[in-house]
């Protein structure tokens, strides 16, 4: 069973910064394009950003210029590095694996920006 495993989130001020990183498992994680979505209340969920196997980038532009994804396929795990946070980034974030007609989630982490 594939696992992914999502960390870094939190509590963070407007204009502040976070990592969130995603932790794959039980998989041939380097065979996977992968991407963070976010769903905020209310709101249906969304993609932010991606990474293919090849290691191409494509972030959605609400967050091009601030928001940054990487994979490090070694450690078998997906970054999203997040920049200039504004309040309307709060959401649940969720890491995405994709292969073919197979895809996986994992449990997300909340994100929360706020004075």
């Known amino acids: 069973q594939v696992q992914l495993v999502e960390s870094g989130g939190g509590l963070v001020q407007p204009g502040g910064s976070l990592m969130l990183s995603c932790a794959a498992s039980k998989m041939v994680f380097s065979f996977y394009n992968m991407g963070w979505y976010r769903q905020a209340p209310g709101k249906e969920r969304e993609l932010v950003a991606t990474?293919?196997?090849?290691?191409?980038?494509e972030t959605a532009d609400s967050v091009k210029g601030r928001f940054s994804i990487s994979r490090d396929n070694a450690k078998e795990t997906v970054y999203l590095q997040m920049n200039s946070l504004k309040p309307e980034d709060t959401a649940v974030y969720y890491c995405n694996a994709k292969i073919g007609n197979l895809e996986y989630w994992g449990q997300g982490t909340q994100v929360t920006v706020s004075s």
């Open positions: 990474v293919t196997r090849g290691g191409t980038t």
